[in-house]
């Protein structure tokens, strides 16, 4: 039979706006974490990064945000536009090797 | 500017058959990954391969999956005998390890598994 998927969280923005999508990672030894923005169709594109020892970096238009304490990330986007519709993953790199996904997070702008 | 490569990207394929997924990692990389996301869900890691061998493999990665690096150039992932369930979207990744780069890992566009 047909697979049930995951039933994404989705966040809805007026264009212009900014957005907030949270994650929440399980592995405190995790020493470098990911944003990715996977487009329909397409594989997933690298937005932002943060080392563990860090706990904010900037990028175009975009923040990510590192709270180690509750083990959480955040990725801000500012002056959100219909071309960031998407779905978005943060990602866990465990001992420099492979990546461990979130489930994801749905990104729809509005116009 | 560089980017990983897959074919086909689509296949179709019967219950039990062999596929054989191919990538073109970036020139250059030193590391290579398969991960798969089945329809709707988050995307899972299966293989990590660095200096010709294995590096580290996941559960889902059991006996039915391999990979190799015939040439310098491909990275491939054979199934042996496909099950409905593998029917996915599969990324292959590589990344250069080295370098301002160090962690970050590119991805192709995918190829979509569908198994009947």
């Known amino acids: 039979g047909e697979s049930v998927g995951l039933h994404l969280p989705t966040l809805s923005v007026q264009e212009g706006d900014n957005s907030i999508i949270n994650c929440a990672y399980s592995?405190?030894?995790?020493?470098?974490f990911i944003w990715y923005k996977q487009e329909s169709g397409k594989g997933p594109q690298f937005i932002i990064d943060?080392?563990?020892?860090?706990d904010k970096r900037q990028g175009q238009r975009v923040t990510v945000l590192l709270n180690k304490t509750v083990k959480h990330l955040s990725l801000q986007i500012a002056a959100t536009q219909p071309g960031d519709s998407a779905v978005y993953f943060c990602?866990?790199?465990?001992?420099?090797?492979?990546?461990?996904f979130g489930a994801g997070t749905i990104l729809r702008v509005k116009s | 500017e560089p980017e990983v490569t897959q074919t086909p990207s689509h296949q179709v394929t019967q219950m039990g058959q062999e596929v054989i997924l191919r990538c073109v990692p970036i020139?250059?990389?030193?590391?290579f990954y398969w991960y798969r996301q089945i329809l709707g869900q988050k995307v899972e890691f299966l293989v990590s391969?660095?200096?010709?061998?294995?590096?580290?493999k996941s559960e889902i990665f059991d006996d039915q999956f391999s990979v190799e690096r015939p040439d310098g150039s491909n990275f491939t992932l054979k199934i042996r005998s496909t099950k409905l369930e593998d029917s996915a979207m599969y990324f292959c990744?590589?990344?250069?390890?080295?370098?301002?780069?160090?962690?970050?890992?590119?991805f192709g566009p995918g190829t979509r598994l569908t198994v009947l």
């Open positions: 990602a866990e790199n465990i001992y420099g090797n492979k990546l461990v």
């Open positions: 592995n405190s030894a995790s020493d470098y």
């Open positions: 943060i080392r563990s020892n860090m």
């Open positions: 020139s250059n990389h030193l590391y």
């Open positions: 391969f660095y200096n010709n061998e294995i590096s580290e």
């Open positions: 990744a590589s990344n250069p390890a080295l370098g301002e780069f160090l962690n970050e890992q590119f």
